[in-house]
């Protein structure tokens, strides 16, 4: 069985400030280990993708996130915030190889940016 | 623009209907996905297709079913609805059956009154 815990439900900073939005995963294969963004009113949309080569991923709008396989974490972070990256963010894992599966996610976390 | 497509974007119906929502992959993926999202459970996969065939069954309710036809569309149809079935319902695609990114469509939103 697999499963994401997402800390934090809401996470503020202010623009121009580090983020960090938190994910830890639990799975019985290698993962895989997305993060997708949630605009207002939209669909999701892949921010990045870890599938077991490198450990740091880089993703789109200057996100990326480090698969820390001894922590079971794959936390995403941007050096700087600004006004646009304010979204709900999801953290998902699926199974590697063999089997059909969908994603399964966390609950989200809604980012807010202070101006 | 993912290239998944979902119809109808917004859909209001009565207690006790059926509804069926449509869904067309992103061109070459074989794979269909769908998915539920309420504010109390949040993301919820309910179930997968791949090239016509039920691949996996999440927390799909016996009420609701779905299928996918030799063009690889994919429709979700939800009978006896209940006011706690409104949600954003999307569909989802990826090329293959597991391990690939999966393409989110923008959803379809329904409201049970």
């Known amino acids: 069985a697999q499963s994401v815990t997402q800390l934090g439900s809401h996470v503020s900073v202010s623009e121009g400030a580090l983020v960090l939005l938190r994910c830890n995963y639990s799975?019985?294969?290698?993962?895989?280990l997305f993060w997708y963004v949630q605009y207002p009113n939209q669909g999701l949309q892949l921010l990045l993708k870890?599938?077991?080569?490198?450990?740091l991923v880089k993703g789109i709008n200057g996100f990326e996130a480090e698969f820390k396989k001894s922590e079971t974490s794959f936390h995403l972070t941007k050096p700087s915030a600004h006004m646009s990256d304010a979204a709900e963010y999801f953290c998902a894992v699926s199974g590697s190889g063999g089997g059909a599966d969908g994603l399964t996610f966390g609950k989200g976390t809604h980012l807010i940016i202070q101006p | 623009d993912s290239g998944v497509t979902q119809t109808p974007k917004h859909l209001i119906t009565a207690t006790g209907q059926r509804v069926t929502l449509r869904c067309s992959p992103r061109s070459g993926d074989l794979s269909v996905y769908w998915y539920q999202q309420s504010l109390d459970q949040g993301l919820q996969f309910l179930i997968q297709?791949?090239?016509?065939?039920?691949?996996a069954k999440g927390n799909i309710l016996e009420r609701f079913s779905a299928q996918q036809f030799p063009d690889l569309h994919s429709e979700l149809n939800l009978s006896s609805l209940e006011l706690g079935d409104s949600a954003l319902y999307f569909c989802a695609s990826s090329v293959s059956s597991s391990g690939n990114t999966i393409y989110f469509g923008e959803g379809s939103w329904l409201t049970v009154v």
């Open positions: 297709y791949y090239n016509g065939e039920e691949r």
């Open positions: 799975s019985s294969v290698p993962p895989y």
């Open positions: 870890y599938t077991s080569a490198a450990t």
